[in-house]
């Protein structure tokens, strides 16, 4: 019997998005035989190591960008490229030495262009082909597409986690005119929640009014949860919100609201089928796992970010999700005007990313 192939699995390091949404592909890989080996750092490595306690881990520095209270996380990125190029050698350098010294047979990056090798099969993954740039900075967009084309062509396959056709969630993110890689797949929306169930039923007393996800990288992060705890500890509502924390413990108590930092993905199924409005940021990794589970949810997009603030205005735009600003956020009319909107749920049959997954075990050879 031939040994298990090792794949590297790799997210972004930019809040929980990422690690959340490579967890059905993790999961995909033990069922075919194949050993997945995760390759992250900080939170989403903290994350993945509980959600697998017994995968063999490796650290691999990324770059998180420094949000800004102000002004756009694009203008800040833009003086940040030179390091961020910096940044992307070194980390490539270092997954050439951790292919050889681990054993790897295959790659899979999420979002994280450097990571690839001409050593083993490599897939490429994200939902942003069309990268958003605001304002003035618009002008330089199709730069930067050649700039980010030139590291995915040097991948096997590009992976797309949503629907080809319609009802689709990233709209003009992932469906362009012409994909910058022939061996590109639609693989469908990814969530951990996928055909979940909860091991218990939730009675109507246990039912929460609001659960609040925070995610994504500071000082935003922080900067909602304190907007949040000030109007939700005012209010009767029965009230949890998650920090996004997966390395803190403990949880406390303010009148009607329960601060917990994390939240297992049992836990966290619980809370989100029991909850009757749940708020979080409109990045994608969200949108997959509210539309999993069919989920009602008020988003509210991370100043700055164009690709959530796009996601936020499509939603709206189609009476799916009510959104609004950070900066204009109000807790009672967010939950009064969310009433007007539908939400949607759609599910995957996982057949075309396990399809992609055997064709890479096979591929390594």
Request: proline share 6%; hydrophobic share 35%; glycine share 6%.
């Amino acid at each position: 019997m031939s040994a298990q192939k090792r794949i590297l699995v790799c997210p972004m390091d930019w809040g929980l998005g990422h690690a959340t949404r490579v967890v059905p592909i993790i999961r995909l890989l033990q069922q075919a035989g194949a050993e997945p080996v995760l390759g992250a750092d900080n939170k989403p490595l903290a994350f993945l190591r509980q959600q697998f306690p017994d995968t063999d881990r490796i650290r691999i520095p990324g770059f998180e960008p420094e949000y800004q209270k102000r002004g756009s996380l694009s203008v800040k990125m833009a003086t940040a490229i030179p390091q961020m190029l910096k940044d992307a050698t070194a980390a490539h350098e270092l997954l050439e030495k951790i292919i050889e010294k681990n054993k790897i047979d295959a790659v899979i990056s999420d979002n994280r262009y450097e990571l690839w090798s001409e050593k083993v099969p490599s897939i490429f993954m994200t939902h942003q082909l069309n990268i958003l740039l605001p304002g003035i900075l618009s002008s330089g967009r199709p730069v930067i597409r050649k700039m980010i084309n030139r590291f995915i062509v040097r991948h096997n396959e590009l992976w797309i986690p949503d629907f080809e056709d319609k009802p689709n969630l990233s709209g003009k993110l992932s469906h362009i005119k012409k994909m910058p890689l022939k061996n590109s797949f639609f693989i469908g929306p990814l969530s951990r929640f996928e055909g979940a169930k909860t091991t218990r039923q939730q009675t109507v007393k246990e039912k929460t009014d609001v659960l609040c996800l925070l995610s994504g990288p500071e000082p935003q992060r922080t900067i909602f949860e304190e907007i949040l705890i000030s109007q939700l500890k005012k209010s009767k509502l029965k009230s949890v919100l998650l920090s996004g924390k997966p390395d803190e413990k403990g949880k406390r108590l303010l009148g009607n609201l329960e601060i917990r930092p994390h939240a297992g993905d049992e836990e966290m199924l619980s809370l989100m089928q029991s909850a009757k409005t749940i708020i979080c940021r409109s990045g994608f990794s969200s949108l997959m796992d509210m539309v999993s589970l069919g989920k009602k949810a008020i988003f509210i997009p991370t100043p700055g970010q164009p690709e959530q603030e796009y996601l936020a205005r499509k939603l709206k735009s189609q009476t799916l999700f009510y959104s609004c600003s950070q900066k204009t956020f109000s807790l009672q009319e967010a939950l009064q005007e969310s009433e007007k909107y539908s939400g949607l749920h759609l599910t995957n049959d996982y057949k075309i990313l396990r399809a992609r997954i055997e064709a890479l075990i096979k591929s390594c050879g």
